[in-house]
């Protein structure tokens, strides 16, 4: 007997024969001269000396063994016997059904082969044992074995065994096995399993269940590990069941040495080809606040048959620390706001149409609580809760009325709203005001609680006319009617307070509607336009290029509404209207250039397939073809030379405010209590560069004109290749004041992948030039390549209100999935 290989190298070098045809052509090779010949039992019934009618033999050789039900079969020997083929060098086979191979063996049957050095088999039973095996069982499960017996159609066993999902001649990672049972497009069985990497052994288990399926497999999750720093060490475990080809439930324990076991489940569902959804939940019974702790989120989208288009994220959390306590995701744990909202929408050729009930809960600043008799306050939260139910909202695009030159949109909703507020008043009583000592202070609380309907029109009529094809004149008038069924009116209250009294002032919900109905008009020319066309053959960039310059000019007049604090604000309809009266003037220069209307589709590349992440750590695809230039991609036909059309990649503007009816302009430059107006606004300048679609550049300036300063400057861009990316802003900011220091911060977002797409970096986070701190910063490496992948993550911020760090380890297994998930 053969000794068996130590490594994977020996089974992926007879990969011709798990082709089956390189063996008959090296043998025909060999004979040049020889003979194919065929036998085949006829259509009568086998007997002695014949072969059964479901079997095909092809050999160059065939020997019948005097005296015996025997033949000797050699020279690429190839037997077909219902849905299995076997191949070999030499093959004896007696009784019609019992099978000796030997040298090149190779069996095939669907998508699964072995192949070895010997191999017995009774093509009735269809079992079999192959010596020294190497095999491949689908969709992705390869093996090497000293002994594997195959049981009919669907099941194969395994002794001193490896395997993995690894194609590699030393596989990056692979489980050496005493023994397995594996169910075709069900689950193997193995016992005495040890993980090993490359030839470095990691841990020991004495059994594991692994899918072998080409769908969805139920099952236990590998545990993940990790440390908190409030609740302690974590154990997570799920366990994941497929529900139909439809559904996928997960049910998860968190185990924190500190806080408690939580529970968690997520599942995800689609109920037709246009829809998708989940749900996922979190509860816990935290033992470090001594309070019963979750979250939960459902999300879809359905697009309906009649037009409409659902989309629902419904979002609960018991309390607002919960996402600093128990998430890591950067958006959840600064979030101030809470919102669920279900939405139906349909969109047509002129109007839309869209009807939602949304709540919204947000977070307040902490507001401090003064209690007679102390001195220093507590700082209490609470929170602001906004609801529509329902809202409705219908939009109408700029259309002609009839053969007129008249122009109609218009905006329209219906709601009702309700909303609930709590105010924080503080009460001052100083029996002696030359005696701080003395003074007492009291907070108390209002509530401000509304429930009406609101109902609003706003059409906005426009009439553009060019008399020159070098001008552009739009006049427009407008005017909104709102009605709102409640308002608000300031209240005073005097309150005892200190042996005294003291009197506090707040917002009160009166039941009395209130009318609101303002108008407004606008004119907006353009022009007149220059422009010059610049010809450049011999630019490699573009062949031509258009520079258009547009002086701008526009006035708009807007009525005031003399009863805004009785409103009550919810959103931009309610927004406060102030009388204003101005003239908005500049130009703006634009710069065309002639570019391919499309990038030629490139041909598929032949490189090794590895995978990249997506969404979460082991969830994984397969990569993209190679980019051009990367070594290892096609060369295929030069593609035609694709459609050009004009494309604007870069533009300059700068525009300046006059108003005729308030100062836009106020400052106390010298800072003797005196302010400085002026009826013209700061002067902004924005500017963009986009030459190529993953490029761009972005500029904006404000310079103010009583201080003569550049108070506000902005740098922002994107830049992206075939092998790095990177965003980033620049941002400064000049007080107006003289004298008072700038404030300059930076925020980087950058990324390289390299060797092929394996290897992915990236860096995320902010600067502060004034302080010397980075508040927040994010390091992330990934290496994803054939069969496994690797995810290295460290992340710290350090805001105001939380400073928390964490590092994450995580490895995917092809065909296993998350091996190892490290928090800390």
């Not at 998508?111 to 269809?126: P, Q």
């Not at 390869?142 to 395994?158: N, P, S």
């Not at 009160?508 to 209130?514: E, F, K, N, R, T």
């Not at 634009?590 to 570019?595: E, G, N, S, T, Y």
Request: glycine fraction near 8%; aromatic fraction near 10%; proline fraction near 7%.
């Amino acid at each position: 007997m053969r000794p068996r290989a130590s490594t994977l190298a020996r089974w992926l070098l007879p990969v011709a024969l798990l082709t089956g045809s390189v063996p008959r052509q090296a043998a025909a090779e060999a004979e040049p001269s020889g003979e194919v010949r065929k036998a085949e039992s006829p259509s009568a019934t086998a007997g002695q000396g014949k072969f059964p009618s479901d079997v095909t033999v092809e050999a160059l050789k065939i020997r019948e063994v005097p005296g015996a039900d025997e033949y000797v079969l050699e020279g690429a020997v190839t037997i077909r016997s219902g849905r299995s083929r076997i191949q070999a060098d030499k093959i004896t086979y007696r009784g019609g059904r019992f099978i000796e191979a030997e040298g090149n063996v190779l069996i095939v049957w669907g998508g699964n082969r072995i192949s070895g050095a010997r191999m017995t088999y009774d093509l009735k039973e269809e079992r079999g044992v192959v010596e020294d095996a190497i095999g491949q069982v689908e969709p992705e499960f390869y093996f090497v074995a000293k002994r594997a017996e195959k049981v009919g159609q669907d099941t194969i066993l395994l002794d001193s065994a490896i395997v993995t999902t690894c194609t590699q001649p030393v596989p990056y990672w692979s489980l050496p096995v005493s023994s397995a049972r594996i169910q075709i497009d069900g689950y193997a069985h193995m016992w005495n399993l040890r993980l090993r990497a490359r030839r470095l052994p990691i841990f020991y288990t004495p059994y594991l269940i692994w899918p072998v399926k080409k769908g969805r497999s139920a099952g236990l999750m590998i545990p993940s590990f990790g440390t908190t720093q409030d609740r302690g060490n974590l154990i997570s475990e799920e366990l994941y069941i497929p529900i139909g080809d439809s559904v996928d439930f997960t049910l998860g324990a968190d185990r924190y040495s500190k806080a408690g076991t939580g529970w968690a489940t997520d599942v995800s569902f689609i109920p037709n080809a246009q829809g998708s959804g989940r749900f996922t939940g979190f509860f816990i019974d935290d033992q470090v606040s001594n309070s019963q702790r979750y979250r939960l989120t459902y999300q879809q989208t359905q697009q309906l048959q009649n037009g409409f288009r659902m989309v629902a994220d419904i979002n609960q959390v018991s309390d607002f620390n919960y996402f600093t306590d128990y998430e890591r995701d950067l958006r959840l744990v600064t979030m101030p706001t809470i919102l669920a909202r279900v939405e139906f929408s349909r969109n047509g050729s002129r109007t839309s149409l869209n009807v939602r009930e949304q709540r919204r809960e947000q977070l307040r600043a902490p507001q401090p609580f003064y209690v007679e008799g102390q001195q220093d306050p507590v700082m209490v939260e609470s929170s602001f809760v906004q609801e529509t139910l329902p809202d409705i909202e219908w939009r109408g695009r700029s259309q002609r009325l009839g053969k007129t030159p008249v122009y109609l949109s218009y905006e329209s909703s219906l709601a009702s709203i309700r909303q609930n507020d709590l105010q924080f008043r503080t009460g001052t009583y100083c029996p002696d005001p030359l005696d701080p000592a003395s003074c007492a202070r009291q907070t108390y609380t209002f509530p401000l609680v509304s429930d009406y309907f609101r109902g609003d029109v706003y059409p906005t009529f426009s009439a553009p006319f060019s008399p020159f094809p070098w001008l552009a004149v739009t006049p427009s008038v407008n005017t909104r009617y709102t009605h709102y069924t409640q308002r608000q009116t300031a209240r005073v209250q005097e309150v005892p307070l200190g042996g005294g009294t003291t009197v506090v002032g707040y917002q009160q919900i009166l039941g009395a509607a209130l009318d609101r109905w303002i108008s407004g008009a606008a004119v907006e020319m353009v022009g007149p336009k220059f422009f010059r066309i610049f010809d450049k053959p011999s630019n490699s960039f573009s062949s031509r290029y258009k520079h258009v310059f547009e002086p701008r000019i526009s006035w708009a007049y807007q009525q005031a509404y003399d009863r805004n604090d009785e409103i009550i604000p919810y959103d931009g309809i309610d927004a406060a209207r102030g009388a204003s009266n101005q003239l908005t003037y500049g130009f703006r220069t634009r710069l065309f250039a002639q570019r391919p209307r499309s990038k030629a589709v490139e041909p598929p590349g032949i490189a090794e397939t590895v995978l990249v992440p997506e969404g979460t750590s082991g969830e994984v695809k397969e990569a993209e073809s190679s980019p051009p230039g990367t070594p290892g991609a096609a060369h295929g036909p030069v593609s035609p030379p694709s459609p050009t059309e004009p494309v604007e990649i870069a533009s300059l503007e700068v525009s300046q405010s006059r108003s005729f009816g308030k100062a836009l302009s106020v400052l106390d430059i010298n800072g003797d209590g005196i302010p400085e107006s002026s009826w013209y606004s700061a002067i902004n300048t924005v500017g963009r560069f986009n030459p190529r679609p993953h490029t761009s550049l972005d500029l904006r300036m404000t310079y103010d004109i009583l201080s003569m300063l550049m108070t506000s400057v902005s740098l922002s861009g994107n830049l992206r290749s075939d092998a790095a990316r990177t965003g980033f802003s620049v941002v400064r900011t000049q007080p107006s004041t003289i004298g008072a220091p700038s404030q300059v911060q930076l925020r980087l977002a950058a990324g390289t992948t390299l060797f092929g797409r394996k290897l992915k970096v990236d860096v995320d986070g902010s600067y502060d030039a004034q302080t010397h701190r980075v508040p927040d910063q994010r390091w992330k490496v990934e290496y994803y390549t054939q069969c496994c992948g690797f995810l290295m993550e460290w992340f710290r911020r350090d805001f105001v209100s939380n400073s928390r760090g964490e590092f994450r380890f995580t490895v995917d297994l092809r065909g296993v999935g998350k091996l190892m998930d490290l928090r800390q």
